[in-house]
């Protein structure tokens, strides 16, 4: 089985940074895209970054410029560095990952359990 565990969230003024942290563990023999969701209340599921497996990220438009992802290919990690946060940042983070536990199967999609950020003065 695979696990992928979420850390970091909490809550943070406006302006201010958190890094959110995701480790994946269990049966593992790759992992492609790495990312990043969020789910505000009331709110459907959004990308928010994704990480190929080389390092190229990919961001959502209202994110540009203030978080940054990051990946560690041998530790199975991945980080969301937020800054300048915003009252719209609020939401529950997940990370997500496509992981091969076998080099002869195809990938399959992985969810954290989520990790609440709110951004609240």
């Known amino acids: 089985q695979v696990q992928l565990v979420e850390s970091g969230g909490g809550l943070v003024q406006p302006g201010g940074s958190l890094r959110l942290s995701c480790a994946a563990s269990?049966?593992?023999?790759?992992?492609?895209?790495m990312g990043w969701y969020r789910q505000a209340p009331g709110k459907e599921r959004e990308l928010v970054a994704a990480?190929?497996?080389?390092?190229?990220?990919n961001y959502a438009d209202s994110v540009k410029g203030r978080f940054t992802i990051s990946r560690d290919n041998a530790k199975n990690t991945v980080a969301l560095q937020m800054n300048s946060l915003k009252p719209e940042d609020t939401a529950v983070y997940y990370c997500?990952?496509?992981?091969?536990?076998?080099?002869?199967?195809?990938?399959?999609?992985?969810w954290g359990k989520g990790t609440l950020v709110t951004v609240s003065s």
């Open positions: 269990g049966s593992i023999f790759n992992i492609n895209t």
């Open positions: 997500n990952a496509d992981i091969k536990s076998r080099s002869y199967l195809q990938g399959i999609n992985y």
């Open positions: 990480i190929t497996r080389g390092g190229a990220p």
